[in-house]
């Protein structure tokens, strides 16, 4: 049986097309003001990946923010749901997942068998999601890959105090002017987002194995400062970005064979 799922978040469409539990096939693009072309952009990059036909394709699951706008899905699933199935499918030992997105952010606890056991989501704000590193890129005139490497060679601890993405610029301007070591700014930003998503994770009361997902995990400043916060070794699953379509393409064929 041949499944897609389709992430629709707010920054990234992630698709993934899975045959027999296997994934094939896998797309994304950034989410526009058009956001249903977005996912037919990527669901056509994921059949090319996948070299197969649209009609090859059995069930589809959705999931994401803008789930709702998918009509022809024959699953829809929540983002927490997603995380934990397609989690599990990549690493059956996974205890808590935290999923880090571009505008939001969750924790979530699920069982051996992939089942949810309890949840916690952030405020939909850009301060604990991977838009805020994005915003700050911006104010220090970076790269997102000069941010992570930049934050990694930080020597010095400072705070970011502001938790809305437009006063941290400007406080972020100001420590330029106070000559303060772009090093030191990237893994403040870091920090400030890693400590209030630790926050958040300690609510569903943190177990090992904690498996990190979603594309702001592609950032290797954030992901140590999320090592520090945590208290343990965190693992970024393969596919990070896709692991919630994944989750959406396996429910897809649960709900099929039902």
Known sequence: MITAGIDMGAAYSKVAILEDGKVIGKAESKTTLEPEESVERARELALKDANIDPEQISAVGVTGSG??????????????????????????????????????????????????????????????????????????????????????KSTE????????????????????????????????????????????????????????????VLNRGLVQSLKDDLGTEPTVLADAQFVSAVGAAILAAKGSEG
Do not use: P, W
């Not at 952010?105 to 309890?118: E, F, H, L, P, Q």
């Not at 090093?183 to 009361?205: F, P, Y």
């Open 67 to 152: 789930r709702s706008l998918i009509k022809d899905a024959d699953v829809s699933v929540t983002d927490v749901t997603a995380d934990a199935a397609g989690a599990h499918y990549f690493d059956k030992d996974v205890r808590t997942v935290i999923d880090i997105g571009g505008e939001e952010a969750r924790a979530v606890k699920i069982d051996g068998t992939g089942k949810v056991i309890n949840f916690a989501v952030n405020d939909k704000c850009a301060a604990g999601a991977g838009a805020f590193v994005e915003a700050m890129s911006r104010a220090l005139e970076i790269s997102m890959d000069d941010f992570a490497a930049y934050s990694l």
């Open 157 to 216: 601890r400072i705070a970011i105090n502001a938790q809305c993405a437009i006063f941290a610029e400007s406080e972020v301007v100001s420590l330029i002017s106070d000559e303060v070591g772009r090093e030191d700014i990237c893994r403040a930003v870091h920090d400030g987002i890693s400590e209030r998503i630790t926050s958040m994770a300690k609510k569903v009361q943190i177990e090992d194995k904690v498996a990190l997902i979603g594309g702001a």
